[in-house]
């Protein structure tokens, strides 16, 4: 049912940058919805992570950032540190099929 | 501490029903908008069911006609009925809280509730 297209994976050195993008449509994002990030620890609950393209909740670590320019958002990930190895999922609305997900980015930290 | 804990998993065989709760404790079910979602083994995560601030409710085509999402307020619980069960619905199933203000991200979650569906 995702219609965000993520990379299955990306991988970094501690201490690197590393950015993970999402790829909408017209009907999603380029429609003008926000997109939101949720980090997934292994065997947890997703953690809202970024909400509103940009925006952090109290308590997310400022090395995590988001952006979103017209079909596509990506989620940048700085300083990485081990802690930081988890599933990322973008999430938006979509006009025809409401909440979508992204297919989901593994981050190794090497 | 706002908390969600979803309890109601199990195995059913395929054909059976099942009843998943999500219990909130530092919120209040009344008047907040609340999803329900699934996460298959090894998949990525879809919604099947939203109740929004005004009671209204929505239901993804493939849960459409087989769940029904209600909610509790003397209990401050949230409630998923699943009926006619698949193979297909083996899955961890989520509640997780729709934060308006945060143009509907959801930003409350809790741990999940496995459901394994097989004879």
């Known amino acids: 049912q995702s219609v965000l297209t993520q990379p299955p994976s990306v991988s970094g050195a501690p201490g690197q940058r590393v950015t993970i993008s999402c790829a909408g449509s017209?009907?999603?994002?380029?429609?003008?919805?926000?997109v939101h990030w949720y980090q997934q620890l292994p065997g947890t609950g997703p953690k809202l992570l970024i909400y509103?393209?940009?925006n952090r909740p109290s308590g997310v670590p400022d090395r995590f950032s988001g952006s979103k320019s017209g079909t596509s958002a990506s989620l940048a990930i700085t300083g990485l540190q081990p802690d930081d190895e988890a599933d990322y999922y973008c999430?938006?609305?979509?006009?025809?099929?409401?909440?979508?997900f992204g297919t989901g980015t593994k981050v190794t930290v090497l | 501490e706002v908390q969600l804990v979803e309890t109601g998993g199990g195995l059913i065989q395929p054909g059976g029903s099942l009843r998943l709760s999500c219990v909130m404790s530092?919120?209040?079910?009344?008047?907040?908008?609340m999803i329900w979602l699934r996460q298959a083994p090894g998949k990525g995560l879809e919604w099947l069911s939203v109740?929004?601030?005004?009671?209204?409710?929505y239901y993804t085509d493939s849960a459409k006609g087989r769940v029904t999402i209600s909610r509790d307020n003397s209990k401050n619980t949230l409630y998923l009925q699943m009926n006619r069960l698949r193979v297909g619905d083996t899955a961890v199933y989520y509640c997780?809280?729709?934060?308006?203000?945060?143009?509907?991200?959801?930003?409350?979650w809790g741990q999940g509730t496995t459901v394994t569906v097989s004879s």
């Open positions: 509103d393209n940009k």
């Open positions: 017209s009907s999603n994002l380029g429609a003008g919805y926000d």
């Open positions: 999430q938006s609305y979509d006009s025809s099929v409401a909440f979508v």
């Open positions: 997780a809280r729709l934060e308006s203000t945060y143009h509907y991200a959801m930003d409350v």
């Open positions: 530092g919120l209040t079910v009344s008047g907040t908008s």
């Open positions: 109740i929004y601030s005004d009671d209204s409710t």
